[in-house]
């Protein structure tokens, strides 16, 4: 009777004790990759082995479960508890398999993942994305340096938002990128040529995680913001294409370009080639924020002309709503 017994609670895991769970989240979970089950059968082990008062391995089994559980949902929310359990353990599984390996590497990488998916809330505010970047690149960059941990752990069973997930060094250029990049968008508005100088080596950094979508943005934008031109109104020097100057349509014409040229002034002020002239941002919106107020007044003036024409209507219904009654009642 016995071996039908053990045969059973083999089969269905009901009755197994702690080292039993254990063995079986492996052979019925992680092997066959079936990981949200493998996370399942490591905390009910977790709870046999602090009952039975043993705490190293109910705390192993419990890092496995989350660690299991991350790599089956994605939730970030197993992080935080995965690397407090983790920084009292020496050793862990390595994913997939039995083998053992020193928990730094898995912590130190679940720890830029930490900080990755805060930049995903960030993404709408330049400076605290630019301060998570730097604090992702400086922690990849002590990964990257260790000769042991520069291959990643996790990334292959959960992929990056965004950037390369081969190896802890293409991750560091990575959030060099996007720090610089986000550097060059706070001085903007300041400081275009500062700000280029960063996108310069947003740009250095792209290339070097063969990262093409950002490499070609941070070029297509460092071309926009070196572009100068003079002011077709105001006739002032602006550099930053489609930041502090745009280029307008308007009639020109090889007269207005000689004009320009006798005038010794700077012909790049206008295309002739696509219609269209040099105008500084303070010059184009005050054209615009006229013309708005403009087009109010007169939308005012046409509303009042309108509810006088439609009371004139109303009244002239009423008439004939009443004449039609008269002649109703003859």
């Given at each position: 009777?016995?071996?039908?017994?053990?045969?059973?609670?083999?089969?269905?895991?009901?009755?197994?004790?702690?080292?039993?769970?254990?063995?079986?989240?492996?052979?019925?979970?992680?092997?066959?990759?079936?990981?949200?089950?493998?996370?399942?059968?490591?905390?009910?082990?977790?709870?046999?082995?602090?009952?039975?008062?043993?705490?190293?391995?109910?705390?192993?089994a419990a890092a496995n479960s989350l660690l299991y559980r991350y790599l089956a949902t994605h939730d970030v929310n197993a992080l935080v508890p995965l690397l407090q359990i983790?920084?009292?353990?020496?050793?862990?599984?390595?994913?997939?398999?039995?083998?053992?390996?020193?928990?730094?590497?898995?912590?130190?990488?679940?720890?830029?993942?930490?900080?990755?998916?805060?930049?995903?809330?960030?993404?709408?505010?330049?400076?605290?994305?630019?301060?998570?970047?730097?604090?992702?690149?400086?922690?990849?960059?002590?990964?990257?340096?260790?000769?042991?941990?520069?291959?990643?752990?996790?990334?292959?069973?959960?992929?990056?938002?965004?950037?390369?997930?081969?190896?802890?060094?293409?991750?560091?250029?990575?959030?060099?990128?996007?720090?610089?990049?986000?550097?060059?968008?706070?001085?903007?508005?300041?400081?275009?040529?500062?700000?280029?100088?960063?996108?310069?080596?947003?740009?250095?950094?792209?290339?070097?995680?063969?990262?093409?979508?950002?490499?070609?943005?941070?070029?297509?934008?460092?071309?926009?913001?070196?572009?100068?031109?003079?002011?077709?109104?105001?006739?002032?020097?602006?550099?930053?294409?489609?930041?502090?100057?745009?280029?307008?349509?308007?009639?020109?014409?090889q007269y207005t370009k000689e004009i320009l040229r006798k005038a010794r002034e700077d012909s790049e002020t206008i295309d002739i080639a696509k219609q269209q002239i040099a105008v500084c941002t303070p010059c184009g919106s005050m054209i615009t924020y006229k013309a708005e107020q403009e087009a109010d007044k007169?939308?005012?003036?046409?509303?009042?002309?309108?509810?006088?024409?439609?009371?004139?209507?109303?009244?002239?219904?009423?008439?004939?709503?009443?004449?039609?009654?008269?002649?109703?009642?003859?």
């Amino acid at each position: 009777m016995s071996g039908f017994f053990n045969k059973a609670k083999q089969i269905t895991g009901v009755g197994l004790d702690h080292d039993e769970l254990y063995a079986r989240a492996f052979e019925k979970g992680v092997l066959l990759n079936k990981f949200g089950d493998a996370a399942d059968m490591f905390d009910k082990a977790s709870k046999k082995f602090a009952e039975n008062g043993d705490p190293a391995n109910a705390a192993r089994a419990a890092a496995n479960s989350l660690l299991y559980r991350y790599l089956a949902t994605h939730d970030v929310n197993a992080l935080v508890p995965l690397l407090q359990i983790l920084q009292g353990l020496p050793q862990i599984e390595q994913i997939g398999s039995r083998e053992l390996m020193p928990v730094a590497p898995l912590a130190a990488e679940l720890d830029c993942r930490l900080v990755e998916a805060s930049i995903v809330g960030a993404q709408n505010d330049r400076a605290r994305s630019r301060d998570l970047h730097k604090m992702a690149r400086d922690r990849f960059d002590a990964i990257r340096r260790n000769p042991l941990t520069n291959s990643l752990i996790t990334y292959s069973y959960v992929r990056a938002d965004d950037g390369p997930n081969d190896r802890a060094e293409m991750r560091f250029y990575y959030h060099d990128g996007m720090f610089n990049f986000y550097e060059a968008m706070t001085k903007k508005d300041i400081d275009p040529s500062a700000a280029s100088d960063d996108l310069v080596k947003a740009n250095g950094s792209f290339k070097l995680c063969s990262y093409q979508k950002w490499e070609l943005h941070t070029k297509k934008l460092l071309d926009e913001w070196l572009d100068s031109r003079t002011c077709w109104i105001c006739h002032r020097d602006i550099q930053g294409k489609d930041l502090h100057f745009s280029m307008c349509h308007a009639d020109v014409t090889q007269y207005t370009k000689e004009i320009l040229r006798k005038a010794r002034e700077d012909s790049e002020t206008i295309d002739i080639a696509k219609q269209q002239i040099a105008v500084c941002t303070p010059c184009g919106s005050m054209i615009t924020y006229k013309a708005e107020q403009e087009a109010d007044k007169i939308r005012r003036e046409f509303n009042t002309r309108i509810e006088e024409l439609l009371n004139v209507i109303r009244i002239l219904d009423n008439r004939v709503s009443h004449l039609e009654r008269m002649s109703h009642h003859h």
